[in-house]
């Protein structure tokens, strides 16, 4: 796998949701198409993709879970009652499947523990982050890249937009190796190290980096890596 911080555009990305199903499989849409895929259509002058877009990185993937209420929900957002009713159902039905309120992480296992349902059933490499608070409670998660089968590129400002703005205490990283392996490429070290030395720059704590793959994980921090 060789994970690196440029900026990347593949085929896929061009093709719309459906079409991607068609063409590749439910699995390999991101969360933004996800939502697109459920919501149909867009508001105002915002498509559904830039719509999907905008509440994710608002709210993050879980971050939709927090409304209880629809009065809540339609002013934090500024969306109307059918699109507000839209994404509170769908918000319920993964809070319901997933029980996963007031998560605290503290450590490189409890991480995994968490993220990795994340990855199941992809066959393309994707980069989560996941963002927490002083008191180690999670503040985000979501899909910041997705690659091929086997290569994954990533900008830097796409790692630290999330930990940056919600002015989180630190963030763990996790991508996949669809193929099994968990052994990190030359490609991944350098970029861990990478990441690792720009987020100094800028005070945060960069915790941890899983590789995940089918019988485990490989730690970064644990093995001394980072």
């Known amino acids: 796998m060789a994970l690196t911080l440029v900026q990347s555009q593949s085929e896929q990305e061009h093709k719309k949701p459906r079409e991607k199903i068609q063409a590749y499989g439910v699995e390999s849409l991101n969360d933004a198409e996800l939502l697109s895929a459920f919501l149909g259509t867009g508001y105002r002058d915002l498509s559904v993709e830039q719509l999907s877009k905008f509440l994710l990185a608002e709210f993050g993937t879980r971050g939709l879970l ?3 209420s629809l009065e809540d929900f339609q002013e934090a957002t500024g969306l109307p009652l059918v699109k507000s009713c839209q994404i509170l159902a769908i918000s319920e039905y993964f809070r319901r499947l997933q029980h996963r309120d007031d998560t605290c992480l503290k450590s490189s296992e409890q991480f995994f523990e968490y993220i990795k349902d994340d990855f199941k059933r992809s066959s393309f490499e ?11 409670r999670v503040l985000f998660t979501g899909l910041i ?7 994954l590129s990533v900008t830097l400002a796409s790692v630290l937009h999330h930990p940056i703005r919600l002015n989180a205490h630190a963030f763990y990283l996790a991508h996949n190796h669809p193929e099994g392996d968990v052994k990190p490429s030359k490609e991944d070290i350098d970029f861990s190290l990478q990441l690792k030395n720009e987020t100094q720059k800028f005070g945060l704590n960069f915790e941890d980096h899983l590789i995940i793959g089918t019988d485990g994980f490989f730690s970064f921090s644990l093995e001394g890596v980072i």
């Open 66 to 68: 927090q409304f209880k």
């Open 126 to 136: 994707q980069l989560r982050i996941t963002c927490v608070d002083p008191q180690r």
């Open 145 to 151: 890249a997705q690659g091929s089968s086997n290569k």
